[in-house]
């Protein structure tokens, strides 16, 4: 079939130009004889797409110098084990805050206790993640190693529009942040965070790299526990390459970063986001019903909409009309059920305007 | 330049069809109207990659039924940790018997120490990595965790040709193999085995896929400290799902599975490495001295033949002519130097062929 609109969660749509340049050049890269996947990290050639990559993204992200960039694995479910291990003992009580917004922030508490304690300082549970708490109602610790967010939830659709300032909140803690769902979508307020990681199957690349960013000062706090390979300062005082870093993903990386410059860089790629979900979330708001978003309008994800039929009974039958219009991956999470659009960067406009025209030929059929 | 006949150590060459197949089908897998790399890991299309995958690969090298192949991250240094972390508690010593052959072994005993009590059973340390420890010296422990054993080195340039039998040497532990740089490069004898583990960028696809296959009596005993995604119980329960796996070089080592079944399956991709392997070893060591491999024959691999110049300052010049007809990546690793050619399932006789010519020449113009 013709290339479809992939709604896919993540891994996710990534961009047309991105995938023909991997294609062209999958035998050869750049005349050297060799294609990227069988390039020794070490070499010349993978040296060079590394430090463009990392250059790239930085210059994207406005990373600060303070800040190391590391291209790890294991995705953010390794990582919820990975951080406290690299950061709880940063102080005695080896407690760590943590701020629950939905199903992975959950998931990523509990995976901390193995650590240390674990704080929930707040939570949207009892709003079925459908709010975020104020960080004014935040309860943080005097001693945490660190403060936990996740900042987009892909399931419950929630997402943090301005990162909390945690010293006028009166914690000394770093704010950790799991951005897998919505990095390089938006910009980072880097004097109000210490660490953020992501994996790289929703905006960056193919699954199987992670993206750590972490300021200096927060190196060199491992647990003896903690494998050599998943040790920041490890990792960090070895560029990245301890261990053979995933090649080629970091390659794909590097192509998604250049294609999001000749974009317009991270401002321009905002504001088509917020178009996006805008244009989207005026379609369910305006259905009079027929389609339901429960999620508080301040904390609506630019990247995840999930949504519902009134008719429940009829979500098969709308997934089968996407479908036939070439709209794929729109059925929720399975543990909320619905629908479930995500807008990733690569998503295009005329994507949107697509399942828009599809959502309301489907509502005056069937309203 | 045209492809060359890349002797990377790894990541390393791979089939020149599957290359093909992988570009052809990067916009558009099979009519799903999406790429491989965007695929959600849980839908349809992915799961039908993921299962021939395992089939495929359970077919070719005959993994009995009752070892899981697990399709994890973090590479064979992660499992120098992940490994203990799993294996190490079985028995109330905690202790692990390692059997040194290489750098890299003695790396994995080393990073072994953070949760247990490693035991060197026997190591090859005084022969300088050129010979193996024939098993009936080495020096087990009765109330061992496990044996780990390094079963090709890749600097060194050992491979272990016949594993051996723990049970006739008199210990019940399970034997662990690190197989990275040679599995699927020869068949493995299962009922000497209990885990083996292997790095993918050697002979299966890119770097940052790890496979692990393992006994079913060996899941179940992970230390608290393990990360669930690195659990093996865990990562067996969820089918390699409890976070979303390198999906990309799944489908990768998918294609070259296929291709080795083209090829003959295994049987026949070893009798090939066997010839290669005699071709380069004949050059070097009817040389008159020219060249020279230091390991001891009954110990040579089949996969990296590491080899030196008697004029030792001549090895730029002999890098520099080889380059010339497209032979990439022969420099030896920077703590032995000389050179090394890794030949492994993907670099075809002719490579091999046109190396010899090349050392032949050289050995002509400068002996």
Chains 1, 2 share one sequence.
Not at 239 to 253: D, L, Q, V
Not at 335 to 358: D, I
Request: aromatic letters at 8%; glycine letters at 8%.
């Amino acid at each position: 079939m013709a290339r479809a609109h992939n709604f896919s969660p993540g891994p996710a749509t990534l961009p047309e130009p991105v995938l023909r340049q991997a294609a062209a050049e999958m035998l050869d890269w750049q005349g050297s004889g060799v294609g990227v996947m069988e390039m020794s990290h070490r070499g010349r050639e993978f040296a060079q797409i590394f430090e463009r990559t990392e250059a790239r993204l930085r210059e994207l992200l406005a990373v600060p110098a303070h800040f190391r960039v590391l291209f790890m694995q294991g995705g953010a479910i390794g990582e919820n084990a990975v951080v406290p291990m690299n950061l709880i003992a940063r102080r005695p009580a080896r407690r760590a805050d943590h701020v629950i917004t939905g199903t992975w922030s959950k998931k990523t508490s509990r995976e901390g206790e193995r650590y240390g304690q674990v704080h929930v300082a707040a939570s949207n549970e009892a709003t079925r993640h459908t709010t975020l708490p104020a960080p004014s109602s935040w309860q943080l610790s005097a001693d945490a190693s660190y403060v936990h967010l996740c900042s987009n939830e892909t399931i419950g659709g929630v997402e943090v529009h301005e990162l909390p300032d945690l010293r006028a909140l009166g914690s000394e803690a770093p704010l950790v942040i799991d951005a897998s769902s919505h990095l390089a979508s938006r910009p980072i307020a880097w004097d109000r965070v210490g660490l953020v990681y992501a994996g790289a199957q929703k905006n960056i690349g193919p699954a199987g790299l992670t993206l750590v960013f972490v300021r200096d000062d927060l190196l060199g706090h491992a647990l003896p526990v903690c494998p050599s390979a998943f040790d920041y300062a490890t990792v960090a005082s070895n560029g990245s390459m301890f261990n053979t870093p995933p090649t080629w993903a970091i390659y794909i990386a590097g192509l998604v970063f250049e294609w999001i410059a000749q974009q317009g860089g991270i401002a321009a790629i905002e504001q088509r986001n917020v178009e996006k979900a805008a244009l989207l979330y005026a379609a369910i708001d305006g259905s009079e019903g027929f389609y339901v978003n429960r999620v508080a309008h301040d904390c609506r994800s630019r990247m995840n909409v999930p949504f519902f039929l009134r008719e429940d009974s009829l979500t098969p039958a709308f997934l089968d009309a996407a479908r036939e219009r070439g709209l794929l991956q729109l059925k929720g999470h399975k543990s909320v059920g619905g629908l479930r659009a995500s807008l990733y960067n690569a998503m295009p406009l005329a994507g949107v305007q697509s399942l828009v025209g599809c959502m309301q030929e489907f509502a005056a059929h069937h309203g």
